[in-house]
Structure formats: structure tokens, C-alpha cells
């Protein structure tokens, strides 16, 4: 089959999918999600994930999430609020303190574009 060619690992093709569908303007996916969206288990997604590219699947949307919050903060003038929704985050607050672990900063204190 064509996930074994990749020795465990995903696809170029699969891996794509996930960086696109993850930077997507729209909330985290879920695992199940790109499990299906690439054809495979929520079991092989994962442990192809981390052999191909060496993290986890969930480090890795966290990461791609905060990549597009710090975008967004930085060139748009999105209030933090609609930012957080935006990215699905429950609260602009659960995302402040999420952003602020990642990346060291407040999103309040990232020079913005004025409105």
C-alpha cells in the first residue's frame, strides 16, 4: 500500500494536507479530522506524524495555531477577542495564556497595525 512505501511515515501528499487544513484561517482540527481528511487512523496519523517530522501531531497544530495568531497580531487589527474565536479558542483569556506559554509575549503587547 502506499502509507508502507513511506516506511511508517506519511506521505508528501498526506503531509500536505495536514499543513494546509492546520494553517486553514479556521479552528484547530481535530485529530479524527485529519485521520480522515488523509485516509488513515487517528493511531497511524500520529505515530507517521511524529516519524515523518519528529513531534507530535498536537505540538505540531499548537504550533502551527500560535504561527497564524502571531500573523494575524502582527497584520491585522483583529481585536484579540475575535482573533481567539477565529482560531477556536473557548476565551480571548484561555488564548492569552496559551499564546503567552508559546511564545513569551502578551498578545496585547505585539505592535499592531492601527484600525
Request: charged share 25%; with cysteine.
Amino acid at each position: 500500500s502506499q502509507q508502507n512505501s513511506f516506511r511508517g511515515g506519511l506521505s508528501p501528499g498526506q503531509l500536505r494536507i495536514i499543513r494546509e487544513r492546520t494553517n486553514a484561517d479556521e479552528p484547530a482540527p481535530t485529530l479524527s479530522e485529519l485521520a480522515v481528511l488523509c485516509g488513515i487512523s487517528v493511531r497511524h496519523l500520529n505515530r507517521g506524524f511524529k516519524q515523518s517530522k519528529g513531534q507530535t501531531m498536537g505540538k505540531y497544530i499548537e504550533n502551527a495555531r500560535m504561527e497564524r495568531a502571531f500573523t494575524l497580531l502582527k497584520e491585522t487589527s483583529l481585536s484579540v477577542e475575535t482573533i481567539a474565536r477565529k482560531l477556536g479558542y473557548a476565551s480571548s483569556t484561555s488564548f492569552s495564556c496559551a499564546f503567552r506559554r508559546s511564545t513569551g509575549f502578551q498578545p496585547s503587547k505585539i505592535n499592531r497595525p492601527k484600525s
